[in-house]
């Protein structure tokens, strides 16, 4: 994997962490998309990528209306945590204990 690839990589990677960290849960979808690429840009410039490779990475970034669509299309992002959880956790995983440090 070269130099690029492994920058997008890294880029991307922290894109993934960013969206799904609990801080953005709350944010509605929408809003200007070059502030949201700065915003990437200022945290992988942050976290040791320099400037340009930032910037080359996501020079090519644009919406991508079919994924958002699909995205927004997934119901289980309606549900309450409750709800979800009882979907998505069997009783087995909720009654285990973890075992001693």
Excluded: H
Aim: contains cysteine; aromatic residues 8%.
């Amino acid at each position: 994997m070269n130099l690029f690839s492994r920058t997008a990589a890294s880029v991307l990677a922290g894109l993934t962490v960013a969206v799904a960290s609990p801080a953005f849960a709350k944010v509605p979808c929408g809003g200007d998309f070059r502030q949201f690429l700065e915003g990437v840009k200022q945290e992988a410039v942050a976290s040791g990528l320099s400037a340009r490779a930032a910037d080359r990475t996501l020079s090519g970034a644009q919406i991508d209306r079919k994924v958002l669509s699909r995205d927004r299309a997934q119901g289980v992002f309606k549900l309450d945590f409750l709800t979800f959880s009882k979907r998505a956790i069997s009783s087995y995983r909720l009654q285990a204990r973890a075992p001693p440090i």
